[in-house]
């Protein structure tokens, strides 16, 4: 089976701006869950979807959005970027829910603000 | 309090030795537990996954989950330079979401 796949790997944006980032899960996983990972907060859960509906929410501001689509594809949208924003985005993908399953990682999107 | 802890390291252990991973949770009802191995510039990969009290075995790593004191912790037998990575703990709660900790640093030296 093909792994997670997400895309842009690579990113660079300016404050302001508002980005969007993709996620194919394993093909059959039905949940998708998105982190933020910065070198001094670790992985920061942002949010989990499953069968289209975000089933877990993160401590993080309404800037941050996601959305799953019926053939469980998955996008992130940040809106109004600041710098503090730059960061690697992992998307990662499980049977069935994201708390209790086996979660696989994609290879993630390198996100900087300038 | 952060919900899962872990020593920031590094832990450097030398080549053939035990290494010992350790992580306390903050959540009484968690439930799932994993250990995940990240490489430099890379994203976390799935080593162990415990759900119950006791030992855990596969192939040199050994995953212990202790409950009523809040641990759960990784062995690495015969730690191999390329064992060397940021090992990630991480829990889920009752809120059903996978909380992580910050990692820790291993160094296997020849």
């Known amino acids: 089976k093909a792994g997670v796949t997400q895309t842009p790997r690579y990113l660079i944006k300016t404050r302001g701006q508002q980005v969007t980032l993709s996620c194919s899960p394993i093909s059959g996983h039905r949940s998708v869950s998105w982190y933020q990972q910065t070198p001094g907060q670790g992985l920061q859960f942002l949010f989990e979807y499953f069968s289209e509906t975000q089933r877990n929410k993160g401590n993080f501001p309404g800037r941050f959005s996601g959305r799953q689509f019926s053939n469980s594809r998955s996008e992130m949208n940040v809106s109004t970027l600041e710098l503090g924003d730059s960061a690697l985005y992992l998307c990662?993908?499980?049977?069935?829910?994201?708390?209790?399953?086996?979660?696989?990682f994609g290879p993630g999107t390198r996100l900087t603000v300038l | 309090q952060k919900e899962v802890e872990q020593n920031s390291g590094p832990l450097s252990v030398p080549e053939g030795a035990i290494a010992s991973l350790n992580c306390t949770y903050s959540?009484?009802?968690?439930?799932?537990f994993f250990w995940y191995r990240q490489y430099s510039g890379k994203s976390p990969e799935l080593i162990m996954s415990i759900y119950s009290n006791g030992d855990k075995e596969d192939g040199r790593f050994t995953a212990q989950l202790n409950k009523a004191s809040q641990y759960v912790s990784l062995l690495i037998r015969d730690s191999q330079p390329s064992d060397s990575a940021t090992y990630l703990c991480a829990g889920t709660g009752t809120a059903s979401k996978l909380t992580f900790g910050t990692g820790t640093r291993l160094q296997v030296t020849l």
């Open positions: 959540d009484r009802g968690s439930q799932s």
């Open positions: 990662a993908s499980s049977p069935w829910t994201g708390g209790t399953d086996t979660q696989y």
